[in-house]
């Protein structure tokens, strides 16, 4: 596994997650460059009609009509029915009952410079009407976590408002991101701290990366390549340094010895590389509890995580047991009960082949999909039984 498929399968990662666990689980599918939604048992219940998708988010789901600076963002229902029309030029997902939503202005142009942010639209927050609940006032905006959402202002520093739009932690910071058990990472003269939703530092700004609590713990690091992943690809790899697990209750810090961490806590795990070319599992006490032997590790979910050599990908449980092999190099996490697996991403959007392959390890028969390009979807396993085959020629 690359560092540029890492990357990749975190952004593929958004495409084909339902994004509530209390909602229905619908997952994305595409044909004849069109997207629309299967349920588990992989019957179409959206039909392909949209130009690009996200997964659904409190019940919403981003669609987008065009293409390029032409394009338009608007958010359906569980059902595909249009809720909000598209006339946003960007948008988030909807959290908390908020989604941050952009609009173009005259100067508005494609990125660039991605680290700088400065794309020239205006960010505002609606709520699931549409209605503009936040006025766009903003040069980028972040989606709501623990009640408040990161802001920039026109001068490019980062602060953080509230529901009704009030700024509550002042435009001080060079970049910032969520909050999460009450504290947010933020940076300030290249260096990551956390501070509080008072806006008092927790944490004093000394990392050279630094990401948001999952599990109880957040991964840091001191030394090495200052961490710019939040940047826009491509960025300087967050190699070298010291790394360690900071732990919420006492704001102490356990040392990890890691070359790089690119994933944070799940399942109680912590993939990482012992050297750029082996990986493995710690634990929260930075114990390598499965030895660094692949050339990439993903999260845990659903109990497996995929693993790859230099000729295989496959699936292991928590103990390192390999549990199922993946018929492609591209695999992906599992999530409500599916995972899947195949080459989404060769040189644009429309080049895909996919399967979704169940717990069990069984995968789709080869159907043609997307032009003359092989693509899976078909019989599937998942915890509880046999998913039928999908129709998508």
Known sequence: MSFR????????????????????????????????????????????QFEYELPFSEGLAQITAGGGQDRNIG??????????????????????????????????????????????MLWGFIDKTGHLAIGAR??????FHDGLAAV??????????????????????D???????????????????YIDKNGQ????PRFTGARGFHEGNAIAKTGGKFDRRECGLPCPLPSGGNWGALDRKT??????????????????????????????????????????????????????????????????????????????????DFHNGLAQVGQWWEDDISTIRESWCGRRGRCPRRRKFENDLPVTYGTATRRLGTVPSVSVS
């Open 138 to 143: 903003f040069r980028n905006a972040r989606e």
């Open 201 to 204: 530092w927790a944490v004093q």
């Open 5 to 48: 498929s890492l990357i990749v399968g975190a952004l593929l990662l958004l495409l084909v997650v339902s994004g509530n666990s209390q909602e229905k689980p619908l997952f994305v599918v595409l044909k004849d460059k069109k997207w629309g939604f299967m349920d588990r048992e992989g019957k179409i219940v959206i039909p392909f």
């Open 75 to 120: 958010f359906i229902d569980l059902h595909g029915a249009p809720v909000i029309p598209p006339k946003y030029y960007e948008a988030g997902n909807f959290s908390e009952g908020l989604a941050p939503v952009a609009f173009k202005t005259g100067k508005t142009r494609p990125c660039v410079d991605c680290s700088t942010y400065n794309w020239n």
């Open 251 to 332: 704001l102490t810090i356990t040392s990890v010895r890691a070359e790089i961490i690119f994933h944070d806590f799940s399942e109680g795990m912590l993939s990482w590389y012992a050297d750029p070319n082996h990986c493995g599992y710690l634990d929260a006490h930075g114990t390598a509890v499965i030895p660094a032997q692949w050339s990439g590790c993903a999260d845990f979910s659903e109990g497996l995580a995929r693993v790859e050599t230099s000729h295989e990908t496959y699936y292991i449980d928590s103990g390192g047991k390999k549990i199922i092999s993946s018929p492609t190099r591209e695999a992906w």
């Open 152 to 173: 920039q202002d026109d001068s490019g520093r980062w602060g953080f408002v509230d529901p009704s739009g009030a700024v509550v932690i002042p435009f001080s910071f």
């Open 175 to 193: 970049y910032a991101t969520y909050f999460s058990d009450g504290l947010a990472p933020v940076m300030k003269k290249e260096r990551w701290g």
